[in-house]
C-alpha cells in the first residue's frame, strides 16, 4: 500500500505548517510537558499515545478548560470499557461553548442558512442570552441534572440554543431530524424516557414544506414522560393545544447559570443506525466530548475564533453535534437546514462560498456526485476563504481526491483535503485531519492524537501496510460512558471488546501504511472473503462507481448453506443507461483489472435503489441477511431505513433462489 502513491498530492507549505495552532501546540507541550519539540506530527502522536495522562492534561491547560472542581488525576482506572477521566473534576460543556461572548459578543457565533441560500446571523451575545432565558425555564419546568430533554428538529439556531440550555442545566440532550418518521423516533426516545420535547410543525426540504403535525401528536402520545412540549412554528403554524411558546421560553435577558457537574456527567444519548434492532443509545460525558472535541476541532481541524465551519448535517447525525462544538474553539458555525443539492447540485459549494467558510466538510458521496454533475465549485463560486474540504460518512475514493484538488488548483488555490473516519460511537474521529502533513490519494493523513489507532489481524497482531481489523488499544475521552438501559454493560462490552478483551474494534477495515497513513476499506462485518482474499465492500464501491452509467452500487458476500459463497454487485444505473452486454463486460473487466479477479461478481443485477441508513449509509449487513433467507422483520428494522420498499426487492430475489 505504501508504494501506490510515492507523491503526495499536497504538501502544506512550511508557512501553513508554522501557523497550525497544532504546530505552536507541540512547542508549547515541549516546553511545558516533555513532549518531543522535534520529529513533527508523528513525534507528537507517539508522545500523546505513550504518556496520555500527559497529554490530556497539556489539552485542557492549552484550551483553558476550566474546572469548578480541580481534578484528582487524569486517568483513574484506565480499563476498557470503564476508564475512569479526570475523577474528582467539575465542569460545564456549555459555558465553554458560550466563552466567545465575553469578548466577541457581537461577532456571529451561528449563520443560519435555509434554502434560499441567504444567511442569517446570531450574534455570540444574542447566542448567551437566548441559552440562559432558555436554561432558567427548564429548570422552572423541573428539569434537574440527569433528566433527558429532547429534540425533533432540524439544523435551525433554535436546536443549539435547546442542547446549550440542556447542558447548562445538566441535563441529557437527544435528537433526532424530522425526516425521521414516528416509529423511528419513538425507537430512539422511549429508550430515554425524555421529560421535554422540542419540535417544529414542520420543515422545508426540497423547495417543499413537509407538515409534522401529526407526527408530534403521536411523539406526545407515546411519551409518557413528557412533561412539557415547546413549538418552534418554523412554517407558522399555532402552538398545539398544551405546547409552550418557543419565543416565550427565550424571551428573557437572563445570564445563563451553568450547573458544576462530574467529568463523566452524561452530555447527549446519540444512537446507532439500529437496521437490525433496538438503536444502541450511546451516552457520551460532558467532560469526554469536551475536551476530544477540543482537540479534534482546535488541533486537528485548525479552527479558532476567525474561522468558519460548515459541515453538511442533520441532527440525527453525529456530524452536528460535533459541528456544534465548533463553537468550543470560538469558531462561527453555519447551520444549513435543507436539502443537500437544491435547487442545483452545487447547494453545498454555494453556501460554503456565501458564508466564507474556512472549513468545509460534507460527505464523499456528494464530492461524487459533483463530479458525475460536472459540477465546477472553484470556477462558479467564490470558496476563497476555504482552507480545508472535508469528507467522511464514507471513505472518499481516489477519483474525489483528484477532482477536488483539480477543481480548487485550476483557480490557484492550494486546497488542503480531509478524509476523516470515526463513528457514532465515539463522536469523533479515529483518524483524518492533520494541517502539517501531506494528503496522499485514498488516505487518511495519520491517526488522531492521543488514539493508539491500529490494524490487527484475527491474533491481535498488528499489521503495518496489510488489511486487518480498525483497533484502539488506548481509551478515548468520549468514548461511551455506557448504553442506556444496559445495568450490566454486557451489551456495550459486546458491540466492541468481545472480539479482543480490554481493546476497541470499531468493525472497520484498515490499512495502516508504513508512512504512517490510513485506508478505509469498509465495514468488517460485511467484507468480502472470496477464497482467503478479504477485500471491503468501499474498494468495489469506487471502482464501478467511476463508470458514468453507474449512479450507485451495493456488493454483498453471501455463505451459502452448502459452504459456497454468492457474490452479487447490485447496481442502480443512472438515467438513460442500461444494462446491456457491453456494460456487464466492463463492469467485469473494472473490478478484474483495478481490484482482483476474485472479486469479479457472479451477478451484476439492476435494482431500482439502493437502500440506506436514515444518515445515508448503505445498508449491507440487513441485505445479506435478507439474501440468507431471514425474513424482512427479522432482518431490518424499519424505522432506520430511508426507503423500505426497496428491500421488498432484495426480499423477493431471496424468495426466488430458494
Known amino acids: 500500500m505504501s508504494t501506490e502513491n510515492p507523491q503526495p498530492l499536497w504538501r502544506p507549505d512550511p508557512q501553513r505548517i508554522a501557523r497550525a495552532r497544532i504546530t505552536a501546540f507541540q512547542s508549547w507541550a515541549a516546553a511545558q510537558h516533555g513532549a518531543p519539540a522535534g520529529g513533527g506530527y508523528a513525534a507528537l502522536r507517539r508522545w500523546s499515545v505513550d504518556e496520555p495522562d500527559t497529554f490530556w492534561q497539556a489539552v485542557t491547560e492549552w484550551f483553558d478548560v476550566r474546572f469548578a472542581t480541580p481534578y484528582a488525576r487524569v486517568l483513574g482506572d484506565r480499563s476498557m470499557p470503564g476508564t475512569q477521566w479526570f475523577p474528582g473534576g467539575t465542569l460545564n460543556y456549555a459555558e465553554h461553548a458560550l466563552r466567545a461572548a465575553a469578548t466577541r459578543a457581537d461577532e456571529p457565533a451561528l449563520l443560519y442558512v435555509d434554502e434560499t441560500h441567504d444567511p442569517t446571523a446570531v450574534s455570540w451575545a444574542e447566542l448567551r442570552r437566548q441559552v440562559g432565558s432558555l436554561a432558567a425555564e427548564l429548570r422552572t419546568l423541573g428539569v434537574r441534572p440527569g433528566d433527558r430533554v429532547s429534540g ?38 422511549q429508550q430515554v424516557e425524555p421529560v421535554v420535547l422540542f419540535t417544529v410543525d414542520g420543515y422545508r426540504y426540497g423547495g417543499k414544506e413537509h407538515d409534522r403535525r401529526d407526527t408530534v401528536a403521536e411523539l406526545r402520545r407515546e411519551l409518557p414522560t413528557l412533561r412539557a412540549v415547546v413549538h418552534i412554528p418554523l412554517l407558522g403554524g399555532e402552538a398545539p393545544e398544551g405546547a409552550l411558546e418557543w419565543e416565550t421560553l427565550t424571551a428573557a435577558d437572563t445570564d445563563p447559570v451553568f450547573e458544576e457537574l462530574p467529568f463523566d456527567h452524561p452530555l447527549w444519548v446519540l444512537y446507532s443506525s439500529g437496521t437490525t434492532g433496538l438503536p444502541k443509545a450511546i451516552v457520551q460525558s460532558q467532560g469526554g466530548i469536551l475536551v476530544e472535541h477540543l482537540k479534534q476541532l482546535g488541533l486537528h481541524c485548525d479552527l479558532g475564533p476567525g474561522d468558519r465551519f460548515f459541515w453538511y448535517t442533520s441532527t440525527g447525525w453525529m456530524m452536528w453535534n460535533f459541528l456544534v462544538s465548533g463553537l468550543l474553539t470560538g469558531t462561527t458555525i453555519v447551520l444549513y437546514d435543507g436539502s443537500p443539492g437544491f435547487p442545483h447540485t452545487d447547494a453545498q459549494w454555494r453556501i460554503a462560498g456565501r458564508t466564507g467558510a474556512t472549513l468545509f466538510g460534507t460527505s464523499a458521496a456528494y464530492v461524487m456526485a459533483c463530479r458525475k454533475a460536472g459540477v465546477h465549485p472553484a470556477r462558479d463560486h467564490d470558496l476563497s476563504e476555504i482552507q480545508c474540504v472535508a469528507t467522511t460518512g464514507s471513505p472518499l475514493p481516489p477519483d474525489g481526491f483528484r477532482w477536488l484538488h483539480d477543481e480548487f488548483a485550476a483557480g490557484g488555490a492550494d486546497l488542503w483535503i480531509a478524509s476523516v473516519s470515526g463513528g457514532t460511537d465515539v463522536c469523533s474521529c ?47 475521552p468520549s468514548m461511551p460512558i455506557r448504553f442506556w438501559n444496559d445495568p450490566d454493560g454486557s451489551r456495550y462490552r459486546d458491540s466492541y471488546f468481545d472480539t479482543y478483551p480490554g481493546v476497541w474494534r470499531h468493525g472497520d477495515w484498515i490499512t495502516v501504511t508504513s508512512r504512517g497513513s490510513v485506508v478505509i476499506h469498509g465495514r468488517s462485518d460485511s467484507t468480502l472473503n472470496r477464497q482467503g482474499v478479504r477485500m471491503g465492500s468501499a474498494d468495489i464501491y469506487e471502482a464501478v462507481e467511476r463508470l458514468p452509467e453507474i449512479k450507485e452500487s451495493l456488493v454483498i458476500g453471501v455463505e451459502q448453506p452448502d459452504g459456497g459463497y454468492w457474490m452479487p454487485l447490485f447496481v442502480h444505473l443512472a438515467p438513460g443507461a442500461a444494462l446491456d452486454e457491453a456494460l456487464l463486460t466492463r463492469i467485469k473487466r473494472t473490478i478484474r483489472e483495478q481490484l482482483s479477479p476474485r472479486h469479479v461478481p457472479d451477478e451484476i443485477i439492476e435494482v431500482p435503489g439502493i437502500p440506506h441508513t436514515l444518515t445515508g449509509k448503505r445498508i449491507e449487513v440487513p441485505v445479506k441477511r435478507l439474501l440468507q433467507g431471514t425474513s424482512l422483520e427479522k432482518a431490518v428494522n424499519p424505522g432506520s431505513i430511508d426507503n423500505l420498499d426497496l428491500l421488498h426487492f432484495y426480499e423477493d430475489l431471496a424468495r426466488k433462489r430458494t
Open 152 to 189: 425533533y428538529l432540524p439544523n435551525i439556531p433554535q436546536a443549539v440554543v435547546a442542547l446549550l440550555a440542556t447542558a447548562a442545566v445538566g441535563g441529557v440532550w437527544t435528537s433526532c431530524a424530522p425526516d425521521f418518521g414516528a416509529r423511528s423516533v419513538l425507537d430512539r426516545f
Open 430 to 476: 479515529f483518524a483524518g485531519a492533520v494541517p502539517t502533513l501531506p494528503v496522499y490519494i485514498g488516505e487518511l493523513q495519520a491517526p488522531g492524537l492521543g488514539t493508539d489507532l491500529q490494524s490487527w489481524d484475527p491474533a491481535g497482531k498488528p499489521l503495518t501496510d496489510e488489511v486487518g481489523e480498525l483497533v484502539v488499544t488506548n481509551p478515548m
